[in-house]
C-alpha cells in the first residue's frame, strides 16, 4: 500500500494564509486524483476540493475562491493552498490521492491528518 505523508499544518489568525502538503512516500507510476477533506470536533467528514491530472479542480462552495488545489507527477505530492482563513475552517485536513503503483496495479490512499486552527 502507498503511504502519504502530510505536512504544513498549525495555527493561523483570521485572514491568514496556509498551505498543505501531502507526498507519496515512495514510487509510483503516475499520480491521477487529488482530494482534499476535513473534519471539525463534532461534526461529518465534509469534501473540500478536488483535483485530476488533467488540471480539472473542483471545491466545495465554503472554500471556493479562497483554497488552491494542485498536484505534482514529478514530486509525486499534492497541495492545498488555504487563503483569507476563517475560524470555521479549523479542522484536521486530510489527503486522498489515487493513481498507478505500476501497469497494473492501482492505489488510493488516505494521509495521516494535518490539525489546522484559525483562531486570534
Known amino acids: 500500500q502507498v503511504q502519504l505523508v502530510e505536512s504544513g499544518g498549525g495555527l493561523v489568525q483570521p485572514g491568514g494564509f496556509l498551505s498543505l502538503s501531502c507526498a507519496v512516500s515512495?514510487?509510483?507510476?503516475?499520480?491521477?486524483?487529488m482530494a482534499w477533506y476535513r473534519q471539525a470536533p463534532g461534526k461529518q467528514r465534509e469534501l473540500v476540493a478536488t483535483a485530476t491530472d488533467n488540471d480539472h479542480t473542483n471545491y466545495a462552495d465554503s472554500v471556493k475562491g479562497r483554497f488552491t488545489a494542485s498536484s505534482s507527477n514529478a514530486e509525486n505530492s499534492a497541495y492545498l493552498h488555504m487563503s483569507s482563513l476563517k475560524p470555521e475552517d479549523t479542522a484536521v485536513y486530510y489527503c486522498?490521492?489515487?493513481?498507478?503503483?505500476?501497469?497494473?496495479?492501482?492505489?488510493?490512499?488516505w494521509g495521516q491528518g494535518s490539525q489546522v486552527t484559525v483562531s486570534s
Open positions: 515512495g514510487s509510483i507510476a503516475s499520480l491521477e486524483f
Open positions: 486522498n490521492l489515487q493513481g498507478k503503483l505500476d501497469s497494473y496495479t492501482r492505489f488510493d490512499s
